[in-house]
């Protein structure tokens, strides 16, 4: 089956400075990386997805890129702000199977 | 609203009572999945259903029956708990395994059980 690995495990940057989380995954069946930001007290809620046929893909302050070759994807967010902070879940998914990672819990420090 | 919904939100119990969580979608997705997050936060898919039929069930004590009305509703029924069913279990949906593009999931807010 697939294996999805997530790092870091937590990440503390200061407001206005970039955050990156990296995963890798094992299985090349795979075809979809959806992106899920999970506060406290709530269930995951997707922030950005991209499919195997593109490298990259941006969505105002966040960014997503995927190397199917090296079969890892990061998420990338600029500016960030407080409310950023919460536990951000990568995913890879051969429908219907949806695989998680580890998550990253991450701080923005005002 | 539409959304996924599950009840209850909380729920506390004692060691070798049976439960049930219940879920809901009104998004006509034909797809839903029961996860579990443990305390370390690990999401670990239980079960799937695709149009109320049985498409994934991972390895999971068979004291967690799934059941499915109809595909709007998925529900969990747990019998002897245990101490270590204490986590928090979310319900999601999306369209459906018969769609050529992969579609993301839709999460409830999650039911987190405690088992004393």
């Known amino acids: 089956g697939e294996n999805v690995e997530q790092h870091p495990s937590t990440l503390s940057v200061q407001e206005g400075d970039s955050a990156v989380i990296k995963c890798t995954y094992s299985d090349s069946a795979s075809n979809y990386f959806p992106w899920y930001k999970q506060e406290l007290g709530k269930g995951p809620q997707l922030i950005i997805d991209?499919?195997?046929?593109?490298g990259e893909k941006k969505d105002q302050r966040i960014a997503v890129t995927l190397n199917k070759t090296a079969k890892h994807f990061s998420l990338h967010i600029t500016e960030t702000q407080p409310e950023d902070s919460a536990v951000y879940f990568c995913a890879a998914s051969n429908n219907p199977q949806f695989y998680f990672g580890t998550g990253t819990s991450l701080t923005v420090i005002p | 609203d539409t959304a996924v919904s599950q009840t209850p939100k909380y729920l506390v119990t004692q060691m070798g009572n049976d439960k049930s969580i219940k879920c809901e979608q009104n998004?006509?997705?034909?797809?839903m999945y029961w996860y579990k997050q443990d305390s370390k936060k690990f999401l670990k898919i239980m079960f799937s259903?695709?149009?109320?039929?049985?498409?994934i069930n991972e390895t999971v004590p068979n004291r967690f029956s799934p059941k499915s009305p109809d595909k709007a509703h998925l529900n969990l029924h747990i019998n002897s708990l245990e101490l270590g069913d204490s986590a928090v279990y979310f319900c999601a949906s999306n369209l459906g395994s018969g769609n050529t593009r992969n579609s993301p999931l839709h999460f409830g807010n999650g039911t987190r059980l405690t088992v004393t």
């Open positions: 998004l006509g997705h034909d797809t």
């Open positions: 991209i499919r195997s046929n593109v």
């Open positions: 259903y695709n149009n109320k039929e049985l498409i």
